[in-house]
């Protein structure tokens, strides 16, 4: 029982940071219909992005504490926001009108140049920091098993359910959310409104490329250990939450996250670690043989 | 004669390969209903469109309120006083009837409140579906809301792409009363695409006939009405 809370736990806060990146994949692909297969690239870059704040912060003397972990989380937001732009400004945007497949072999293409990039300027050997927020409290301390919630995992809990509602409110409340869920809808009508689709869009790929720096970042903190690499896996392990939760769903993004995560977690626990990517995805495949549409998606069907 | 609002001067326009108008020209001056009549497939819709630059003209000039606009892009086109209900009404489906009247004054800059009564008082059943997508409400009632959504801008110029189409008689009537008003009360200026030609000559003070992407009739509604050649191809038994 002890075990079994500590996997939850553990479930949870791995979660969130797939539903976290999941949510890009959601946004972009209901906004212009591709699969932006960078996304988890700009993940890693949002790691590294973190990481050198960080180690700046050290030999400044100054890592430690809330705010200064506000400051990496801050800046790794907006450099990588940046990035996601860039992306979308000189890979995408030129192939809009183009053959649909274009621009996914485009972002196939930009995931490529972004790992280079950085294995060539950072190095390709694995990047170590020091554990920045140590400890946590004891939840059961029993004979047989002591259940343990870190700070770690309570920040990256406390940090994604905060940017979870900031992104919630502006989706739904605002002008600009409007503006973007009218561009997925109608991109044509949104324009006939004097909507300006391309600044949209564009936004779109900003508020995406955040999110998955939060990601970057709680993922740099909690595991201390990053390399050019780890884009790939968790890119595909988000994309499959992303369509575990249904392809287009913003809520479904953060369910297929979590869902994953804790899948994940459970599987290495009583089963075998080797296999867990395979349990992962083996999800995948049920999914898209029994619920096309993910679980909380959408019928392409509708009333006109 | 004062100056058109708006001008189109030899254009010609049309999708990939499909030359949809040829040299089209026509005026609309300010508080006029002016309406294009012309079968299926003769260019009306793309003529609007062409208007609002998507697609662009490929030759000729769009003039709106003395100031170029063919080779704008559509958004700002839409900013300079200019509204569409489109064909097929494209009505946001998982947008509440609110939100898409909202969408109407998104860019506009002024406060949308006076503009929300008056297309609600305009169109009281709009008022008691406020809350529902707008993918679940029938034919008239999404036509309804896409006039509704385009008055949200306050615009100077609207331009209806058959208002009537797939409607019950009643609810056309109710939106031509509509539309009657607003140009009587308000002074909305309106270009109108109808098939229902009895109609929209009825309604407007000139009309234009659109035959294979080209002009071929002009002249007050009445008199249009009165030729044979309009009453014979878009009055008679075949409609």
């Known amino acids: ?304 | 004669m004062t100056a058109p609002l708006l001008e189109l001067d030899t254009v010609s326009s049309g999708y990939g390969a499909v030359q949809a108008l040829r040299e089209v020209s026509i005026t609309v001056a300010p508080g006029e209903i002016v309406t294009l009549i012309g079968a299926n497939g003769a260019g009306k819709s793309t003529l609007l469109m062409t208007i609002c630059g998507d697609p662009r003209a490929r030759n000729g000039r769009v003039v709106f309120e003395g100031r170029d606009i063919t080779q704008m892009p559509t958004h700002q086109i839409m900013r300079l006083g200019l509204a569409q209900v489109p064909e097929g009404r494209r009505v946001f489906p998982r947008m509440s009837v609110m939100e898409n009247l909202l969408m109407g004054a998104q860019v506009a800059g002024h406060d949308p409140a006076p503009l929300l009564d008056q297309v609600f008082a305009l169109f009281p059943r709009l008022k008691e579906r406020e809350t529902q997508r707008g993918g679940t409400l029938s034919g008239g009632e999404q036509q309804m809301l896409a006039i509704g959504r385009a008055l949200m801008s306050k615009p100077r110029l609207l331009l209806l792409d058959e208002p009537s189409l797939g409607l019950a008689p009643l609810i056309v009537r109710q939106i031509f009363a509509a539309i009657r008003d607003l140009n009587e009360k308000e002074g909305l200026t309106v270009l109108l695409v109808e098939q229902n030609a009895n109609l929209a000559l009825r309604l407007a003070h000139r009309g234009y006939v659109l035959v294979n992407g080209r002009i071929t009739l002009a002249g007050p509604g009445r008199d249009l009405l009165a030729m044979p050649e309009v009453r014979d191809a878009y009055l008679g038994g075949g409609h």
């Not at chain 1, 993940?43 to 050290?58: N, R």
């Not at chain 1, 896996?233 to 994953?260: C, N, Q």
Request: contains cysteine; hydrophobic residues 55%.
């Open chain 1, 1 to 304: 029982m002890a075990y079994a809370l500590q996997q939850l736990i553990n479930g949870i806060s791995l979660g969130m940071i797939y539903g976290l990146i999941a949510v890009g994949y959601t946004m972009v692909y209901g906004i212009i219909g591709m699969i932006n297969f960078a996304h988890g690239d700009i993940f890693m870059v949002g790691a590294f992005v973190a990481l050198i704040s960080v180690v700046m912060l050290v030999s400044g003397g100054i890592m430690d504490g809330p705010a200064a972990i506000l400051i990496v989380l801050l800046v790794s937001m907006c450099v990588t926001a940046l990035y996601g732009w860039t992306v979308e400004r000189i890979a995408y945007r030129p192939l809009r009108g183009s053959f649909r497949l274009a621009p996914l072999i485009s972002a196939i293409g930009m995931s490529i140049v972004l790992q280079n990039y950085v294995q060539v300027a950072q190095g390709a050997r694995v990047k170590p920091i020091d554990a920045v927020l140590p400890g946590g409290i004891t939840v059961i301390d029993s004979e047989a098993f002591i259940v343990q919630f870190s700070y770690m995992q309570m920040l990256i809990i406390a940090v994604t359910l905060g940017v979870l509602a900031i992104f919630t409110w502006l989706v739904t409340r605002t002008p600009l959310g409007r503006a973007m869920r009218a561009c997925e809808q109608d991109r044509r009508m949104a324009s006939l409104l004097g909507i300006d689709t391309d600044r949209t869009i564009s936004l779109t790929f900003v508020i995406g490329a955040s999110l998955a720096a939060v990601a970057g970042t709680l993922y740099l903190l909690r595991y201390g250990v990053i390399d050019f690499y780890i884009g790939f896996l968790a890119g595909v392990k988000a994309f499959t939450a992303a369509v575990l939760g249904g392809i287009g769903s913003l809520p479904g993004a953060v369910l297929g996250g979590l869902l994953i995560g804790l899948i994940e977690t459970f599987w290495s626990a009583y089963f075998s670690v080797q296999y867990k990517d395979v349990a992962a995805f083996s999800i995948l495949v049920l999914v898209l043989i029994f619920m096309p549409t993910g679980l909380l998606g959408r019928a392409e069907v509708e009333k006109v």
